[in-house]
């Protein structure tokens, strides 16, 4: 059957590829991005399951722009953290669906979108499907170049859209710096782009508080959060705040795709999340948990990779290892044979195509099982 030209003309992420390739039992992975299924507050869930559904409510539809006490616990915590009035969030099936809602919302095909490189490969995707002209900005220790975003501009580029996962990249570890966070706002001022501001992991700080975020410096960003790696994915709730004119196409684009997300998840996030004092407890064990698994992860790899560089996480879920003169792509399957499992930096790439690189999460194992899946990969790396 002849396919749509979006259809054609997205890429399949070579992560989700793999994903069936490390779940094999003999393989360590840490390759998917998956939050540690360890450190989920499954009974606290199970508890506001059971107690959301002795309301009819939570097996209904709901409103499309989401629960209303979900809302206004959402718009709380943005405010919070943006420190400035959030009045509003459209809650989405994840924040994967607030970022295609928003493409849709705001891209024609031709569109210029700039996109860090490497970049978070759902994003690309996303941009692909929308047919969106993707132009890569580096990104170094202190996140996006935004000098080089200035340089091109510049020279004439006019993107609609700056995409940024601001804080703990997803795949390179890094955090754009407080400066350049500011200067990336008064761009998109001065130049009339908007930027969303991607950030799943920002409440997974272990080494103190992230920056503010870019929305704290400008009313031209639409902000994305997520409940997959503070509580669980599987609930599927996302959201997103920025302007009120694209919230409202983003809820108008959002009942052509689902109607509504969830009802019974969204109720177990509001219940969990006004729960300050679970989640106070429940993050400060997260972080607690998540720290000293990174810090086991590059420990090893100091040990048994010399000469392999690897960031310094401060929060998140990734490590960004460099291995001078190893095709990462043709190592995977002799590490697979090892049992263990990672992403090649390629899979990321937009311009540059790094081949020495590849992603490791470290979040998803305790640490005798990441050291193990170090040793295994230095052993298939020599
Ligand atoms: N943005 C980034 C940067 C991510 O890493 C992810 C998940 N891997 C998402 C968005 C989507 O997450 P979810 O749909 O589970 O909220």
Redesign the pocket.
């Known amino acids: 059957m002849p396919l749509s030209t979006a259809a054609r003309s997205v890429r399949g992420s070579a992560i989700r590829d793999l994903l069936a390739l490390t779940s094999r039992p003999e393989v360590i992975s840490l390759a998917g991005?998956l939050p540690a299924a360890d450190l989920m507050p499954r009974e606290r869930i199970a508890a506001a399951a059971a107690a959301a559904l002795a309301h009819p409510a939570s097996i209904q539809y709901g409103e499309t722009a989401g629960l209303p006490a979900l809302r206004v616990v959402l718009a709380a915590h943005e405010t919070a953290r943006c420190r400035r009035e959030i009045t509003d969030v459209v809650v989405?099936?994840?924040?994967?669906?607030?970022?295609d809602l928003v493409a849709r919302a705001v891209l024609d095909p031709g569109d210029a979108v700039v996109v860090e490189d490497p970049a978070?490969v759902?994003?690309l995707q996303v941009f692909q499907a929308a047919g969106a002209a993707l132009h890569p900005v580096p990104l170094d220790g202190d996140g996006l170049r935004v000098d080089v975003l200035e340089d091109h501009l510049r020279d004439g580029l006019r993107p609609r859209l700056v995409h940024t996962?601001s804080t703990f990249?997803?795949p390179r570890g890094v955090t754009l710096s407080p400066q350049r966070r500011v200067r990336l706002a008064g761009l998109a001022e001065r130049y009339g782009f908007t930027v969303v501001e991607?950030?799943?992991?920002g409440l997974l700080a272990f080494d103190g508080a992230p920056p503010l975020p870019v929305a704290a410096h400008s009313d031209r960003v639409v902000r994305?959060?997520?409940?997959?790696?503070v509580l669980a994915?599987a609930l599927?709730?996302?959201w997103l705040s920025g302007p009120p004119g694209l919230l409202a196409a983003v809820e108008l684009l959002k009942q052509c795709t689902d109607l509504c997300t969830s009802s019974l998840t969204q109720a177990i996030a509001a219940d969990l999340l006004a729960d300050t004092a679970f989640l106070d407890a429940h993050l400060s064990g997260v972080r607690a948990a998540t720290a000293s698994r990174a810090h086991a992860f590059t420990t090893a790899v100091a040990r048994h990779l010399p000469g392999v560089t690897c960031s310094a996480p401060t929060g998140g879920?990734f490590c960004w290892l460099e291995l001078p003169g190893v095709d990462t792509t043709a190592l995977l399957p002799r590490a697979l044979e090892h049992g263990v499992g990672f992403v090649p930096g390629g899979a990321f790439a937009v311009e540059a195509p790094q081949p020495h690189a590849i992603r490791c999460c470290y979040a998803s194992h305790p640490e005798p099982v990441i050291h193990e899946a170090v040793r295994r990969l230095a052993r298939a790396a020599t």
């Open positions: 991005g989405t099936t994840g924040s994967q669906q607030a970022l978070y759902g994003a996962v990249h997803n991607d950030d799943p992991y994305l959060g997520s409940a997959s790696k994915p599927r709730v996302g879920m």
